[in-house]
């Protein structure tokens, strides 16, 4: 087999080029890690699965829409899951949309809404209306919120 120059020359062009691409990606990459683009806010940072991870403001705010909700007929509780008695699922958005919800309808006894965190992506922000809560609430169940017309 003979070597000719054009065969060269594409090698040598294919090694060049190669090495061009690979270095422009790596400088690329470091640069974005020490923060020097400026197109991405300095508070979001990129997620080791690939994704972005909120800033700590965004996140804040999908806590607090998750744990935060008035009441003035229902008792609330935390990390609570009430099983049994649905006659109602629905996407709240957040937990006063579920809360105010259940207020405003008189077969409301009682409700569980699934947080935005839940391991279940077809369930974040799910709320259930419940006709009925004679089941045992569920207690230490993280993603839940719960509450019920009355006391516990």
Not at 97 to 104: A, P, S, Y
Not at 135 to 144: E, F, I, L, M, S
Request: overall charge positive.
């Amino acid at each position: 087999m003979k070597l000719t120059r054009r065969d060269l020359f594409a090698a040598v062009g294919g090694i060049v080029l190669g090495g061009a691409i690979a270095t422009t990606a790596g400088l690329s990459y470091r640069a974005y890690r020490k923060g020097l683009r400026t197109q991405v806010p300095k508070d979001i940072k990129p997620a080791d699965e690939g994704g972005w991870v909120l800033s700590s403001n965004d996140r804040k705010e999908i806590v607090a829409v998750d744990q935060v909700a008035e009441s003035k007929i229902l008792a609330v509780r935390q990390e609570v899951d009430i099983p049994g008695g649905d006659y109602e699922r629905f996407e709240a958005g957040s937990l006063q949309n579920c809360v105010t919800k259940c207020e405003q309808d008189e077969s409301c006894k009682a409700f569980t809404y699934a947080g935005s965190r839940h391991p279940v992506p077809e369930k974040r922000r799910v709320c259930w209306l419940k006709g009925s809560s004679s089941d045992d609430p569920v207690h230490k169940a993280k993603h839940y919120v719960s509450g019920r017309r009355g006391t516990w």
